[in-house]
């Protein structure tokens, strides 16, 4: 994880309290319960795009970054399909795909490691592997990782 030391949107100096905009490639797998079942994201992998010190910067940080990638804020969907929010074609959840989040969390920083606690977090889009230049290419490689 990188951390960022000053909010990319109004660039002043970051605090324990951030609003991150990331992209992660996972899967969702559907694990019974009961007469209903729940749906669990297997994260294979995750990057950082943005770090924002408000809500503020973040709604207008997200809304030119989702722009800038040619995708529309389709919210998250936990599938199992939804529409890719690039091209529009059918996104199989099962499958390694993209998911946009804005995530707002307090960073807890200790000489030997960083983490986080998560006060809320937002989906924003879903898009498939195809429409992800490096998408697939990291999908593989994190299959591959976890299998050796
Ligand atoms: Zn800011
Ligand atoms: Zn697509």
């Not at 599938?79 to 091209?87: E, F, H, I, Q, V």
């Not at 977090?121 to 591959?144: K, R, S, W, Y």
């Amino acid at each position: 994880m990188i951390m960022k030391k000053e909010c990319d949107l109004c660039h002043q100096p970051l605090t324990d309290y951030q609003v991150l905009f990331d992209r992660r490639i996972e899967r969702m797998e559907y694990l019974p319960m009961g007469d209903d079942f729940q749906a669990v994201a297997m994260v294979l992998s995750c990057d950082g795009i943005a770090c924002y010190c408000s809500t503020d910067c973040s709604a207008v940080g997200v809304q030119k970054g989702l722009q800038e990638r040619g995708i529309s804020k389709t919210g998250g969907s936990i599938g199992p399909l939804t529409s890719c929010a690039k091209c529009g074609g059918l996104v199989d959840m099962t499958r390694p795909h993209a998911h946009y989040l804005e995530m707002e969390v307090i960073v807890h920083k200790t000489p030997t490691q960083t983490s986080l606690t998560v006060l809320y977090d937002e989906g924003l889009a879903d898009v498939c592997i195809n429409c992800e230049p490096d998408g697939a290419f990291l999908a593989v490689t994190q299959q591959a990782a976890a299998l050796a």
